[in-house]
């Protein structure tokens, strides 16, 4: 079953830093080179239309053909790179999920 890693950005005390971050880290393209991935989506959570703090503010997910490769992945020294990109940008707090998807 297809496993993938979600990485969720809460809301940034300092937005513009954290965009300026997330740009320079190259974040993306490092976690590109994880062995095993087969796809990657990056997004940014759409504000709420009374101005209130979302849930969440960025989400990038990997996705894996399952569980066990998406571990092995993050054993790798290409995650050894590419991890430190995340705490290091994530200024308001991060979490990570390992999830299986459901397909309907």
Same mark, same amino acid.
């Given at each position: 079953? =297809?496993? /993938? $890693?979600? $990485?969720?950005? %809460? @809301? +940034?005390?300092?937005?513009?830093a954290?965009?300026?971050?997330?740009?320079? *880290? #190259?974040?993306?393209?490092?976690a /590109?080179?994880? +062995?095993?991935?087969?796809?990657?989506? *990056? *997004? /940014?959570?759409? &504000?709420?239309?009374?101005? *209130? &703090? =979302? &849930?969440?503010?960025?989400?990038?997910?990997?996705?894996?053909? %399952?569980? %066990?490769?998406a571990?092995?992945?993050?054993?790798? +020294? #290409?995650?050894?790179?590419?991890? +430190?990109? $995340?705490?290091?940008?994530? @200024?308001?707090?991060?979490?990570?999920?390992?999830? %299986?998807?459901?397909?309907?």
């Open positions: 079953m =297809t496993t /993938k $890693i979600t $990485i969720i950005y %809460d @809301n +940034p005390t300092d937005a513009g954290f965009e300026a971050g997330f740009a320079e *880290s #190259e974040q993306l393209e490092l /590109k080179a994880l +062995p095993g991935l087969q796809r990657l989506e *990056s *997004s /940014k959570v759409w &504000p709420k239309e009374d101005g *209130s &703090p =979302t &849930p969440a503010y960025r989400l990038v997910d990997l996705y894996f053909a %399952d569980y %066990d490769a571990s092995a992945a993050v054993a790798t +020294p #290409e995650a050894a790179a590419f991890f +430190p990109t $995340i705490f290091g940008i994530a @200024n308001g707090g991060v979490r990570i999920t390992f999830a %299986d998807v459901e397909e309907g």
